[in-house]
């Protein structure tokens, strides 16, 4: 079962009662005469309107279209809209679903997102990851790309970027870490895993994870394989959160990688705190590592904190040949970048490497 945050999209197609208020009389009054217009039943109760419809999304629309009586922004926002199922009786609770119609406005304006998501066109790339010492592929990172109708390719920032201003950043999280899981044991089964997860697009890791723990059962995938990868740390303010998220994987037998250490705020306390299987060392410290000091000096410190508390470090980002040789001379174990091959929907099964 899925909260109301992962059926997001679904919701948005289903038949339903929606209610509107607001506390500015003469807004309220604008709703009235815009709905006049509307072809399936409503009625006016007091302080707020109640529609029916065969979709929340039709409404959606007749509320926000540009026409004559189209309502400013600035009004929208003092417009308050609760939609329920149809059949579902309102409460109370119901209210903790309220949001302003600007809110839903910008939802629509990433109606690309939408329409990925209800049409399940994410689709995964693969990039390898390497070990150092015997060349052979280790496992591949899955990196979530979307699809237009046409097949070109919606780059993963333009996704998450729709999905952050639209409050769908919970199932699209959701849905990438699915896409993963499914192309992945199709595709790739027996190497490890890498899946980028969102630790702030999970709130409630006992209920956020529940789908995530039954993919991995359905497709009969070994958990130990499974590297859960945190992506932008430093936008987390609760650890203990995060803490929490982690430990819910850990118990599932997933083990954990943090990317991106050393790029920006990627304090050692909090590296320590989370407890990784994996260290990712970002490109900011690998490229021209081979003929930087300051690089080595970091690179060293960090492969010593790493070894000290039983992390594996993984280089990324490695796109020379000297910045290869470098990093194979100083015994870190893992090795991805574009100098073993691009990110692709049809994985590589072996990795010529010199």
Same mark, same amino acid.
């Given at each position: 079962?899925?909260?109301?945050?992962?059926?997001?999209?679904?919701?948005?197609?289903?038949?339903?009662?929606?209610?509107?208020?607001?506390?500015?009389?003469?807004?309220?009054?604008?709703?009235?005469?815009?709905?006049?217009?509307?072809?399936?039943?409503?009625?006016? *109760?007091?302080?707020?309107?109640?529609?029916?419809?065969?979709?929340?999304?039709?409404?959606?629309?007749?509320?926000?279209?540009?026409?004559?009586?189209?309502?400013?922004?600035?009004?929208?926002?003092?417009?308050?809209?609760?939609?329920?199922?149809?059949?579902?009786?309102?409460?109370?609770?119901?209210?903790?679903?309220? !949001?302003?119609?600007?809110?839903?406005?910008?939802? $629509?304006?990433?109606?690309?997102?939408?329409?990925?998501?209800?049409?399940?066109? =994410?689709?995964?790339?693969?990039?390898?990851?390497?070990?150092?010492?015997?060349?052979?592929?280790?496992?591949? *990172?899955?990196?979530?790309?979307?699809?237009?109708?046409?097949?070109?390719?919606?780059?993963?920032?333009?996704?998450?970027?729709?999905?952050?201003?639209?409050?769908?950043?919970?199932?699209?999280?959701?849905?990438?870490?699915?896409?993963?899981? !499914?192309?992945?044991?199709?595709?790739?089964?027996?190497?490890?895993?890498?899946?980028?997860?969102?630790?702030?697009?999970?709130?409630? %890791?006992?209920?956020?994870?529940?789908?995530?723990? !039954?993919?991995? *059962?359905?497709?009969?995938?070994?958990?130990?394989?499974?590297?859960?990868?945190?992506?932008?740390?430093?936008?987390?303010?609760?650890?203990?959160? $995060?803490?929490?998220?982690?430990?819910?994987?850990?118990?599932?037998?997933?083990?954990?990688? =943090?990317?991106?250490?050393?790029?920006?705020?990627?304090?050692?306390?909090?590296?320590?705190?989370?407890?990784?299987?994996?260290?990712?060392?970002?490109?900011?410290?690998?490229?021209?590592?081979?003929?930087?000091?300051?690089?080595?000096?970091?690179?060293?410190? =960090?492969?010593?904190?790493?070894?000290?508390?039983?992390?594996?470090?993984?280089?990324?980002?490695?796109?020379?040949?000297?910045?290869?040789?470098?990093?194979?001379?100083?015994?870190?174990?893992?090795?991805?970048?574009?100098?073993?091959?691009? %990110?692709?929907?049809?994985?590589? %099964?072996?990795? *010529?490497?010199?």
């Amino acid at each position: 079962m899925f909260c109301d945050q992962c059926r997001f999209s679904d919701s948005l197609n289903q038949p339903s009662k929606v209610f509107l208020s607001s506390d500015n009389e003469v807004l309220v009054g604008e709703l009235c005469d815009r709905f006049r217009d509307w072809k399936e039943p409503w009625q006016f *109760e007091q302080d707020y309107l109640e529609i029916q419809s065969q979709t929340f999304l039709s409404v959606l629309d007749f509320l926000v279209a540009d026409s004559p009586t189209a309502i400013a922004d600035h009004a929208l926002e003092e417009v308050l809209l609760v939609h329920l199922e149809q059949d579902a009786p309102f409460s109370p609770r119901a209210l903790k679903k309220a !949001r302003s119609l600007l809110w839903w406005k910008r939802v $629509l304006s990433s109606r690309e997102l939408l329409e990925v998501l209800q049409q399940k066109r =994410l689709c995964i790339h693969f990039h390898p990851i390497i070990e150092a010492k015997t060349h052979q592929i280790f496992g591949y *990172e899955c990196l979530c790309r979307g699809l237009l109708e046409d097949g070109a390719l919606i780059p993963p920032a333009r996704l998450f970027e729709q999905a952050r201003t639209s409050g769908l950043l919970f199932e699209l999280d959701r849905s990438a870490r699915e896409a993963a899981l !499914r192309t992945a044991k199709e595709k790739i089964a027996g190497k490890h895993i890498f899946i980028n997860f969102l630790p702030t697009a999970i709130y409630n %890791p006992n209920h956020c994870l529940r789908s995530t723990v !039954r993919w991995v *059962e359905e497709l009969g995938l070994d958990p130990q394989k499974i590297v859960f990868e945190v992506v932008e740390t430093e936008q987390v303010k609760n650890v203990g959160h $995060l803490c929490r998220v982690l430990n819910h994987y850990r118990e599932q037998g997933f083990k954990i990688a =943090l990317d991106d250490v050393g790029s920006g705020y990627s304090s050692l306390l909090q590296l320590l705190a989370l407890r990784p299987d994996f260290m990712k060392i970002d490109r900011e410290i690998i490229a021209g590592i081979d003929h930087t000091p300051a690089k080595q000096s970091v690179m060293g410190a =960090l492969h010593q904190i790493a070894g000290d508390n039983g992390i594996t470090v993984l280089a990324e980002g490695v796109e020379t040949r000297a910045e290869q040789q470098y990093l194979e001379a100083q015994g870190i174990p893992l090795l991805q970048g574009f100098l073993f091959g691009k %990110p692709s929907p049809d994985p590589a %099964p072996k990795i *010529e490497v010199t």
